[in-house]
T-cell receptor, first 115, second 116 residues
């Protein structure tokens, strides 16, 4: 069974600085999707960034980028120029491209932005 | 706003009560999901519905009873719950089981349930 592990329950960063959130996963599949979701306090969980395993190029979305290391099964999220609005729970998630279509989530990392 | 609305946002119930959580999506999606979010634990998938048919029950106790009358609405009926069932219950949807834009789930804000 696939598993997703986020080893950092909490992280903090100074506003305008850069922070990296870690995620590792375990799978025997060769093709899959990886996601980072953001859950602000009392607000909806939204997709931050997505990576398709067959793509070697790391995904980027404005200030958010990933470091996808397929062989190491690592998928970290880098947030540049951190803003107060980035404070949230961040969840790493995995999904196979075929078969069962459910997302498998990590435990989450609570990110605090210090002004 | 993601187009997925959950009510109520907060619910407190006793162990002998019967209550229901409601989810409605305005995105024209065909697949809907219930997830349970407990503190310091990964999100747990509970149920999946596709075109009103249940396609997955992740070994959820029978005190949780889902209902999907149409592709836009999903309910979670609650009966004889335990205090350990207190959690945030999240509803999500996708265009189909294949997911939208390569698997993205669209979540509601959740219903915070407290069982006394």
């Amino acid at each position: 069974a696939q598993t997703v592990t986020q080893s950092q329950p909490e992280m903090s960063v100074q506003e305008a600085e850069t922070v990296t959130l870690s995620c590792t996963y375990d799978t025997s599949e060769s093709d899959y999707y990886l996601f980072w979701y953001k859950q602000p306090p009392s607000r909806q969980m939204i997709l931050v960034i997505r990576q398709e395993a067959y793509k070697q190029q790391n995904a980027t979305e404005n200030r958010f980028s990933v470091n996808f290391q397929k062989a190491a099964k690592s998928f970290s999220l880098k947030i540049s120029d951190s803003q107060l609005g980035d404070a949230a729970m961040y969840f790493c998630a995995y999904r196979r491209t075929s078969g069962a279509q459910k997302l498998v989530f990590g435990q989450g990392t609570r990110l605090t932005i210090n002004p | 706003e993601t187009g997925v609305t959950q009510t109520p946002r907060h619910l407190v119930m006793g162990m002998t009560n019967k209550k229901s959580l409601k989810c409605e999506q305005h995105l024209g999606h065909n697949a809907m999901y219930w997830y349970k979010q407990s503190a310091k634990k990964p999100l747990e998938l509970m149920f999946v519905y596709n075109f009103k048919e249940q396609t997955e029950n992740n070994s959820v106790p029978s005190r949780f009873s889902p209902e999907c009358p149409n592709s836009s609405h999903l309910f979670l009926h609650l009966h004889t719950l335990q205090p350990e069932d207190s959690a945030l219950y999240l509803c999500a949807s996708t265009p189909g089981l294949a997911g939208g834009r390569a698997g993205e789930l669209f979540f509601g804000e959740g219903s915070r349930l407290t069982v006394l």
